[in-house]
């Protein structure tokens, strides 16, 4: 029997556990589409704003970002975002995120035509990274980060959390 089998290890690495950050919705304007390149099927989305709630920080989103959104062959997509979070007491933090949507194609294809679809019906997947120079979210830098999303007509929203 191998030592590293899930019922032989210790209870930290037969789970994950994690702590909620904070909920935020994204505003963003209406997709680029740049169309099939090279490398991919390629579409901008801008983001103009948005908000975010959470027992240790909220704020709101500044305007500027942007997603670069691949899609894929497979009809799935692949998300490269970077944005700038303002707190509440005015410190800036910047968020940078990967993620990947997928799902059955009538699910994809209504969320394409912006109609409400629930989350549970699609996966939905991010894992962002913080930075930030501002002491009292120092904390935010050395963490790993999940969130799953909701993709709205107006732009997602994300739950937030830090993996413990």
């Known amino acids: 029997m191998s030592p590293y089998e899930l019922e032989n290890l210790p209870r930290t690495l037969k789970r994950v556990r994690t702590q909620s950050i904070f909920v935020i919705r ?22 103009t704003g948005g908000e975010f709630y959470g027992k240790h920080l909220s704020g709101k989103v ?12 497979d009809g799935s997509v692949e998300l490269d975002v970077r944005l ?3 707190t509440d007491d005015d410190a800036l933090i910047a968020m940078t995120y990967r993620g990947v949507r997928h799902g059955p194609v009538d699910v994809i294809e209504r969320l394409g035509k ?10 939905f997947r991010i894992t962002p990274r913080f930075e930030t120079a501002v002491p009292r979210y120092d904390w935010m830098n050395r963490i790993v980060a999940v969130g799953v999303g909701d993709r709205k007509p107006g732009g997602p929203i994300y739950s ?3 993996v413990l």
């Open 62 to 73: 500044l305007g500027g970002g942007s997603d670069w959104v691949i899609v894929r062959d």
């Open 160 to 162: 937030i959390f830090e």
């Open 114 to 123: 912006g109609e409400e679809v629930h989350p549970a019906d699609y996966y």
């Open 84 to 86: 700038v979070l303002q």
């Open 26 to 47: 994204l505003e963003v304007m209406p997709l680029q589409v740049i169309g099939q390149t090279p490398g991919a099927h390629r579409r901008v989305g801008v983001i």
